[in-house]
């Protein structure tokens, strides 16, 4: 039996214009949780996609349990026993749970020549597989009924149901709660138990204490060093990750709140159960904090707000004018923009390049004669940005589906400095971003207030609510419970409004 479950010596792979990964380490012991961290751009994930197959590295070696393997393919990799869970699930949410754990692999009946699904098999066999990682859910019902957690969960058990060795989790616990949060870590931890390893990549410190056994640290494509959890401290690990010392997690409020910017009145929801009766202010230069558990309606009533769901009354006020917004082209001629929380699926435009992602929210500034756009200008905007905003990339043509997170939010928020609105929702902004990014994001947002932008941002990690808000409004089952600012602005005040049911 070898020591290592997974060993990737020497890896390295470069694309035009960039070397993504120069001589990368990584070894992972049997039935451990192995935290793999670094900055958005340090090269994690290129490093995953070579083990899977979906990269062809340059140079190097991968051994699985001390035998070496040459995986040019998903599928190969998972006949070798290594599954992944991707931090943006791709779910197909119109079919069952359990055609969705063995798509590409449904178990078949014969009836003569003709070979049709077996359903009833396929469905047991879901059934003891999502019993196995303590999720009883009806393998009948539909995928896209489950929250985005239970997906996760799903997910573990369709790795688990191909008799995976190592797992690797890419930021599992972005969307979720602290119960859902403390369920995740329940399955990990039971299928630690029985030998399964782990890679587990996230952000968050605190969770890396809780559950991991072993760190290594990548930058800029580098191998930085590995460590047994409990030798390294949490100063040590955000060193190692931006190369230096981070005295402070936020930046200084510099920003003045002002007169009265927006003013939303007696928004509600055309569902019941959604946001009703939403009264705000935003003051100009202002980070205005929305806080509240999931299901609490702060994205539905932002989204809202942005035209992108409908209301049954309530009015909005800019500047003290009457504005009304029917769909989000009316919020964005009006000068309000949106971040969404869902990067992926209503963020970025995958397919197109950081150009057309940084311009596609202000091309009518960019028209000649009506008809024409204007490139040089667009080009020009674009590396203003990518300069402004330390977005790495190769140039301005590359795909933005191909750059780390962080930078993808990066490109996002160029697209809305380039609209110059005068309101900014931020839904879950640093989400699934690493700690020097965060900073860079929490500098940018300060910078807009100081411009006399006003900034709302929603956030589900409480630290950061309380470190970049002037003042936060809580909401709990689609009503706004309770406002706090200054002295009152406390964990324990959030809390107290997010939970008053």
Known sequence: MSEYRL???GISKSFPGVKALDKVNLEIRPGTVHALMGEN??????????????????????YVDGEKMDISNPDEALHHGLAMVHQELQPVPDRTIAENMYLGRYPVKKYGPIQVIDHKAMNAEASKWLENVKMPFDPKKKLGDLSISQMQSVEIAKAVSQDAKLIILDEPTS????????????????????????????????????????????RDGTYVGSWRIEDISDNEIVKQMVGRELTNVYPPLENTPGDVLLEIKGYSSIHERSFQDCSFTLRRGEILGFGGLVGAQRTELMEAIFGMRHTTKGEVLLNGRKITIKRPQDAIRNGIGMITEDRRGTGILGCLSIADNVSIASLDHYLEAGIKLNNKKIEGLVQDNVAKLSIKTPDSKTLIQNLSGGNQQKVIISRWLANNPDVLIMDEPTRGIDVGAKYEIYQIMIGLAKQGKGIIMISSEMPELLGVSNRIMIMCNGKITGEVSGEEATQENVMKYATQF
């Open 41 to 62: 751009g340090a090269g994690k994930s290129t490093l995953m996609k070579c083990l899977f197959g979906i990269y062809h590295m340059d140079e190097g070696e991968v």
């Open 175 to 218: 969307s979720l709660t602290e119960t859902e949060v403390e369920a995740l870590f329940n399955i990990v931890k039971d299928l630690r138990k029985r030998g399964v390893s782990f890679v587990y990549i996230s952000h968050k410190m605190a969770e890396i204490r809780q559950i991991a056994d072993d760190i290594t640290i990548m």
């Open 7 to 9: 060993q990737m010596h």
